[in-house]
């Protein structure tokens, strides 16, 4: 018996593409399709199903996937999430992987890693797309055995702060002039806080910060 799936994603065709992908060979059966976040909540809370296959990015939920993540998590702590997503971004897969995602495939991907990614859930093994698994290959000085897996908790909070003032829109030395620290000080937290996370470009910097929507240091007390 084909297990009983609800797919979330705001775009009709992602899911149509998605309905296909898993139904050609009877791996699932589409029990509901949400196209917001509220209307995803709404509709777990409604119909049994086996597994909840979702977009990483829906508006709605304040915009936020990780948030969503979390609050599907606490509400169906057993259910086995796949998300798809485009985002292209190491510390936020490891983001995602930490609220419990047991599958992971990004949507420029080959079609065929869906149904492949879903089976390997349903057998409660972890499934990491090609494109997901070459972008975590990349060097990151936290190591998964330790529980922080290169996410948000492995930051010190000075790096924290460095980060978060950066993507606002602050080089290093105004970093330096505005927390009072000097500008190796500032430029090796900047450092340090990229190779923890994985994160090699500036651009992987703001996105990951936005995505996390994070508070802005002044507001958070964060330590000079």
Not at 34 to 49: H, I, K, R, V
Not at 54 to 71: N, Q, V, W
Request: hydrophobic content about 40%; overall charge neutral.
């Amino acid at each position: 018996m084909a297990y009983r799936v609800i797919l979330a994603d705001d775009h009709p065709v992602v899911l149509k593409g998605l309905t296909l992908a898993l139904t050609k060979d009877r791996v699932a059966e589409v029990v509901g399709e949400a196209q917001s976040p509220n209307a995803l909540l709404s509709l777990l809370g409604e119909t049994a199903c086996d597994a909840l296959v979702t977009d990483f990015s829906m508006p709605g939920h304040e915009d936020d996937g990780l948030r969503l993540l979390a609050e599907v998590k606490r509400r169906h702590p057993t259910l086995p999430t796949m998300v798809i997503t485009t985002v292209v971004n190491p510390a936020l897969y490891r983001e995602m992987l930490a609220t419990g995602v047991m599958a992971l495939v990004g949507k420029t991907g080959d079609a065929r890693e869906i149904p492949e990614a879903f089976v390997s859930m349903m057998s409660q093994s972890v499934y990491l797309g090609s494109s997901v698994r070459e972008l975590l290959r990349r060097p990151s000085r936290v190591s998964a055995r330790d529980g922080s897996w290169g996410t948000l908790t492995a930051l010190s909070p000075r790096e924290l702060e460095v980060l978060q003032l950066f993507a606002a829109g602050q080089n290093v030395s105004e970093i330096a002039r505005a927390t009072g620290r000097g500008l190796s000080t500032v430029s090796q937290q900047k450092t340090n806080a990229m190779r923890k996370l994985g994160l090699g470009t500036d651009t992987e910097v703001y996105e990951y910060v936005d995505y996390l929507q994070l508070p802005k240091p002044s507001d958070s007390g964060s330590p000079r």
